[in-house]
């Protein structure tokens, strides 16, 4: 398995929670190899998700896809990792 680590800064929580709702996790969910998914965010407005996919492949086509998105005013991009899962619990 792979992970896609997402780090956002967030400028509009409600705006971008009703993103993050309404269009990125309905997306996330159907992107192929699909394992799950968790956004968070810290007290000073920085978000973190992770989603899990089933190949190295399916994580940089996901992290492509994330890239490529449009850009939304209430968050912005920080950076997209592609990371191998070693462990899980």
Known sequence: MHAVVIQVTIHDFERGRAMLEERIV???KQAPGFV?????????????????VESEEQA??????????????????ESIDVREVVAQA
């Open 26 to 28: 309905p997306a996330v």
């Open 36 to 52: 799950t998914g968790y956004w968070t965010r810290s007290e000073d407005d920085r978000g973190l998700s992770m989603v899990i």
């Open 60 to 77: 940089r086509g996901l992290a492509e896809m994330i890239r490529s998105a449009p850009p939304d005013d209430g968050v912005t991009l």
